[in-house]
């Protein structure tokens, strides 16, 4: 499979990813073994792309702006893969890019890859099957990866978690840009991009200027000095037309600009290290928390424990020390 | 010890209190089963008090204000103890409240009771050990628990995760100000009491209006009908002089105000089983965590892991499973 990722066949290539993709999604035990074979395979050929994230409300255009972004950088001479991360896709039923024909021209190219956002059922899980979709990606020689979501339950974070730069598309009306502040999704932005600005041009000079001071007041992004503008990264904001296809090149020059930058004081390798580490322990915590409620000891007074501690029968810390106590006990280490 | 608790005797209960309270912050296991005991018993007993957060950067007057607050209370039939969270003193080996003399007043007064931050390593630790010294403190009849923090490293969203009512202290400057929005504290304030507003009223002015409008964009606390005066808690400002004991009353008009609305609308008492709850999983995850850090195999696995997953030689999620069999094999539950 590793190798079909590396053929210089279109159809095999994509074949491949398919089948490398659908392997890493599976739940069955003896896939999984395969998976991270398979992963571990390809990891070496892994971590060249420009990882970016791309996230706003519906509404703002974010399939207009990556099709046209798409189609734009495989103009010169990019590879692009598009993945999703939406963790209500598996309450829906649906995807957020299950609909391959929201990005039509892009999704019939040659050197695009669209796959929708896997569904397995929380966000820790989406985000995991995303991040290893984007090592199969970069394995395969796609040099742009674009994650997008849509903004449900942290899945900014989880996605701004897993890329190099994080961009967020804005309306250019005030109350969607205060959503996004609100919200605390701002303070993520590596840069944040008022699509749309054609239809209203005062709105969106108006929203330039309160997310600018908002950004000046919030993102704090990395190494370098503040000061000097050679080497640090200020976040900053830009107006643009995704449908018009205007203001593209100045949206990608500053993405070049940026990974220029990060590169250069240190920050972009910094950046990977800490999100690899992340990612480890966040999946430890997660199968933790799995194997300790489904240890059977645990199970059995999990509900009637937290029925106590809601009542205010029995303190939390001693409840906590309670079930710890029968998972250690379970588990024949009883010094835990 | 539970006894001494509720003796009529001050000087029995204070060392009563002094007894329970070492009892509780020792790691003796034999300790630590006593100290569950003792917390099962008083826990009926708990509950009743009006949990106060307060923090501000140093420098914003908290001794001062916690003093002035505590005799005006006591002058009006209150008990008063006064408890901190302070992360930072296991490593200065001082603490914020170890100074008693910062208090003077107060701390030798028979109705208040004032015990220095724990200094048990890391935050979750101090946080829990005041926690269960809060619940000593209510057993003893203190029906208004303060709880202080200095704020470093997320101490401000344990004290906010502890208490009831949360209270940011700020100065009459903008730059003050500005640091608390951008560490997302303000989100956090139920009240912001902007001290010393008789040093400058100009400053202390402009300050109101721009926390005002922060507060407006980001607090919103609990439950009832926003647009409703009479249900729901508006997240506000005051200004305040506690050095001259000029406006303790509006604050705790405000404070009574805000136990009234949150009561009626079902808050209080959702916020506290919330509260509960998010304290056992804490607590939990930090017991499960330090289980797998200590297991003799993890334990050998997971610094040459790490470093793996630093190079970039081993897929983050590989690494997470390998740990987490690792884990399951040697406590013998195959299936996890």
């Given at each position: ?17 398919a089948k ?9 035990d ?7 074979a ?6 070496p ?11 706003g409300?519906?509404g703002?255009?974010k ?6 972004l798409?189609?734009?950088l ?8 598009v ?7 598996s309450?829906?039923g ?6 391959k ?5 892009l ?7 669209i796959r929708?956002?896997p569904s397995?059922?929380?966000l ?8 290893e ?5 970069e394995?395969?020689?796609?040099d ?7 903004g449900v339950?942290?899945?900014?974070t ?13 309306l250019p009306n005030?109350g969607?840009?205060l959503?996004?502040?609100?919200k605390?999704v701002?303070e ?9 600005a ?13 997310i ?9 992004h990395?190494a370098?000095d ?10 900053q904001?830009?107006?643009?037309s ?11 020059a ?11 004081n240190?920050?972009w ?6 999100q ?7 999946r ?9 409620a ?10 009637p424990?937290?029925?106590q501690?809601l009542?205010?029968?029995l ?7 309670r ?5 250690a006990?379970?588990s024949?280490?009883k010094n835990?």
């Amino acid at each position: 499979m590793a190798t079909a990722l590396a053929s210089q066949d279109g159809a095999v290539q994509r074949r491949g990813m398919a089948k490398a993709i659908t392997l890493l999604e599976s739940t069955r035990d003896d896939h999984r073994a395969q998976a991270d074979a398979l992963l571990t395979e390809i990891l070496p050929r892994t971590g060249q792309s420009l990882r970016l994230g791309i996230s706003g409300v519906p509404g703002v255009g974010k399939s207009t702006f990556i099709e046209a972004l798409g189609l734009f950088l495989i103009q010169h001479g990019h590879r692009v893969a598009v993945l999703a991360v939406d963790p209500s896709s598996s309450v829906s039923g649906g995807s957020i890019l299950g609909d391959k024909t929201r990005m039509e021209q892009l999704s019939m190219h040659s050197q695009a890859y669209i796959r929708p956002s896997p569904s397995s059922g929380n966000l820790g899980g989406v985000a995991e099957k995303t991040r290893e979709a984007m090592l199969v990606c970069e394995a395969a020689g796609y040099d742009v990866v674009i994650v997008e979501t849509v903004g449900v339950g942290q899945s900014e974070t989880a996605v701004a978690g897993m890329t190099d730069m994080y961009v967020l598309l804005q309306l250019p009306n005030a109350g969607d840009d205060l959503q996004a502040i609100k919200k605390g999704v701002m303070e993520l932005a590596d840069l944040v991009v008022i699509n749309k600005a054609d239809l209203d041009a005062h709105a969106a000079t108006r929203a330039l200027a309160d997310i600018s001071a908002n950004l000046r007041l919030h993102a704090h992004h990395g190494a370098g000095d503040p000061h000097d503008q050679a080497t640090y990264w200020q976040a900053q904001v830009m107006q643009l037309s995704a449908l018009k296809g205007d203001g593209l090149d100045r949206f990608w020059a500053a993405v070049t600009r940026f990974k220029t930058l990060q590169t250069g004081n240190g920050h972009w390798a910094d950046k990977r290290r800490h999100q690899a580490s992340a990612w480890m322990w966040e999946r430890i915590q997660a199968g933790l928390k799995q194997q300790f409620a489904n240890h059977p000891a645990v199970r059995e007074a999990l509900a009637p424990t937290t029925e106590q501690v809601l009542q205010g029968s029995l303190p939390a810390s001693t409840a906590a020390r309670r079930l710890l106590s029968l998972f250690a006990h379970f588990s024949g280490d009883k010094n835990a």
